[in-house]
């Protein structure tokens, strides 16, 4: 298993930027296929963007071209640079590491996008 911690949220005027970061530490950071999702009061939790292992990335329609996720193996660091913000991004955003064995949340990070 890996342990994971989130930062970088917080409060946002529409049209900014926020960079999240998701940490590993207990295992091969490596190995694991890093998402993030996010989730919205009284909705259901929505994947965002996605890495592989090998680098490949896929994105939730909503926010492509202005989401960037990227990680560093020797860091054990995954990021979510998230661009051009609008109000509707507004959620409580959470990494999530999976390999085939097991499948690894973080206690999320609320992004707020407002004036």
């Known amino acids: 298993q890996v342990q994971l911690v989130e930062s970088g949220g917080g409060l946002v005027q529409p049209g900014g930027s926020l960079r999240l970061s998701c940490t590993a530490s207990?295992?091969?950071?490596?190995?694991?296929?890093i998402n993030w999702y996010r989730q919205q009061p009284e909705k259901q939790r929505e994947l965002v963007a996605t890495?592989?292992?090998?680098?490949?990335?896929n994105y939730a329609d909503s926010v492509k071209g202005r989401f960037t996720i990227s990680r560093d193996n020797a860091k054990n660091t995954a990021w979510l640079q998230m661009n051009s913000l609008k109000p509707e991004d507004t959620a409580v955003y959470y990494c999530?590491?999976?390999?085939?064995?097991?499948?690894?949340w973080g206690q999320g990070t609320q992004v707020t996008v407002s004036s």
């Open positions: 999530n590491a999976r390999s085939f064995v097991s499948n690894n």
């Open positions: 890495i592989t292992s090998g680098g490949s990335t």
């Open positions: 207990g295992s091969i950071f490596s190995l694991y296929t």
